[in-house]
């Protein structure tokens, strides 16, 4: 979720119910830690809730290193990505890549914990391909070396986010282990969420891509999980307010120039079950000034009511 779940994503998700907001993905090599993006993702000035911060590489020692960094700029918990499966992410052997290696995972993942004195926790995925899913060797081998907590997304490194997730391969990794087990992997609704709870017998659920442009999936799991019930669906005087809150949110964080390139994307998501056809997002995207932004938003939604 790099390029996503930057620190006004991640607070409106926190509001809106999520228990853990995890940061966007940060290299373990030093010479990329002064860049602008990411000295952005590194920013956790009032942020509320724990800070968790995850971070990937493929060299024990500059992971370490990375930890302990990131661990003085406020991270709370410090967590390793094994679970991306971009090409420019594995090709420098990060990532998903990893569970390929068992032995550099277990040297990885031995480092990092021995590095700092924040709980430490893991994603993966099921494995490299359909024929290597080995998610319950390596969730064994954090176990042992001291992960407080592994999150498993339900497809394998070759099957990028293509086909179903299953869910099997977690059930097993949960049976497997005994640290908490987060299950993740195309749960989009609150039905979804309880059906991956009780056949994988996860202590958790993790949230990606359904989160974009609906951060209230959130509190709507969290209260059907509580209650059985279903939320009504937000009124469109409260999509408006939630998404007009985490455009300003935006621009003040990264200015009058990212600021507006990377609303769009996220206007995008939250207009694409009222903006049917992508009209009103294809002028919005023409847009370059935040006020003409905030005005056009204004716009859109009182033709909407």
């Not at 277990?106 to 926790?121: C, F, G, L, Y």
């Not at 039905?191 to 989160?211: E, H, N, P, S």
Request: hydrophobic share 40%; charged share 25%; with cysteine.
């Amino acid at each position: 979720m790099a390029g996503i779940t930057d620190r006004p994503f991640r607070q409106l998700c926190r509001r809106l119910g999520a228990g853990l907001a995890v940061s966007e993905m940060l290299s373990s090599n030093p010479k990329v830690w002064r860049t602008e993006k990411s000295m952005s993702r590194m920013d956790h000035s009032g942020e509320s809730g724990i800070r968790s911060v995850q971070i990937a590489g493929a060299d024990p020692e500059l992971m370490a290193q990375a930890a302990q960094y990131n661990v003085t700029n406020g991270a709370q918990i410090v967590d390793i990505n094994m679970g991306c499966p971009a090409k420019k992410v594995n090709k420098k052997l990060a990532g998903s890549a990893l569970l390929q290696y068992p032995d550099l995972v277990d040297e990885i993942i031995k480092a990092v914990v021995n590095a700092v004195d924040v709980p430490v926790t893991l994603k993966i995925r099921t494995g490299w391909d359909t024929d290597n899913r080995n998610g319950v060797e390596i969730a064994k081998i954090a176990e042992q070396n001291g992960i407080q907590s592994l999150a498993v997304h339900g497809r394998t490194r070759a099957c990028m986010y293509k086909g179903q997730a299953e869910y099997q391969t977690i059930k097993d990794i949960k049976r497997s282990v005994s640290i908490p087990v987060v299950a993740n992997g195309d749960i989009d609704s609150p039905q979804k969420a309880k059906q991956v709870l009780d056949f994988t017998g996860a202590d958790a659920v993790m949230i990606g891509r359904a989160a974009q442009g609906r951060p209230w999936i959130f509190r709507e799991i969290d209260h059907y999980l509580k209650t059985g019930e279903l939320l009504a669906v937000p009124a469109i005087s409260e999509v408006r307010t939630i998404l007009m809150e985490h455009l300003i949110n935006l621009h003040l964080f990264y200015g009058d120039v990212m600021g507006v390139r990377i609303a769009r994307k996220h206007v995008g998501w939250y207009l694409q079950t009222h903006d049917r056809d992508g009209q009103f997002r294809r002028v919005f995207n023409a847009l370059d000034e935040q006020q003409a932004q905030i005005d056009a938003l204004e716009k859109y939604f009182e033709t909407l009511d």
